[in-house]
């Protein structure tokens, strides 16, 4: 009895193992109005005209990040080699975040002395094509349009290891 007991014991154990790693790579995510965000896809893409555009999708939503690509190299692991762009100051430097709902498309960016806020790349891998880094800014309502506020706050942003296609 007790070897029986002990072969349905391990077989159970056996039986009930299994692994459910999941992990967050790709991925992009933020607060957004105080409230936590996150895409369910991302995506960069790098034009000719050395432009980096990160893109970030839900089923409602899109949010773009638009900077230069990184002309020097970035290190990980030395926060001086970090890349900053400042939004706000220029229309090559960009955040968009568009809201679809039923009455249409509801659109907030920022751009030349529109909003304010930063991008820093923390990685960029040329050889594996992906890019991390972090991000916070203020968008703005660039429509007026008066069903959705004025303006929209993404805090504590971070993008890892997004495929550069």
Excluded: H
Excluded at 9 to 20: A, G, K
Aim: proline fraction near 4%.
């Amino acid at each position: 009895m007790k070897k029986l007991f002990l072969i349905i014991t391990v077989l159970f154990e056996f039986i009930s193992c299994q692994e459910d790693g999941r992990f967050n790579n790709p991925s992009l995510q933020g607060m957004k109005d105080n409230v936590f965000w996150r895409a369910v896809e991302s995506k960069a893409t790098k034009s000719s005209g050395g432009v980096l555009s990160i893109d970030a999708y839900t089923n409602n939503e899109t949010l773009t990040l638009k900077m230069p690509v990184p002309t020097t190299a970035i290190d990980p692991n030395i926060k001086s080699s970090y890349v900053t762009y400042f939004l706000g100051t220029t229309t090559t430097r960009t955040a968009t975040y568009v809201l679809a709902d039923p009455t249409g498309l509801i659109t907030f960016s920022t751009g030349f002395g529109i909003g304010d806020g930063q991008i820093v790349i923390t990685e960029y891998d040329a050889v594996n094509k992906t890019v991390s880094g972090t991000f916070k800014f203020n968008v703005e309502n660039t429509y007026n349009n008066p069903l959705a506020g004025a303006v929209v706050n993404f805090q504590q942003g971070v993008f890892y290891k997004v495929p550069i296609r």
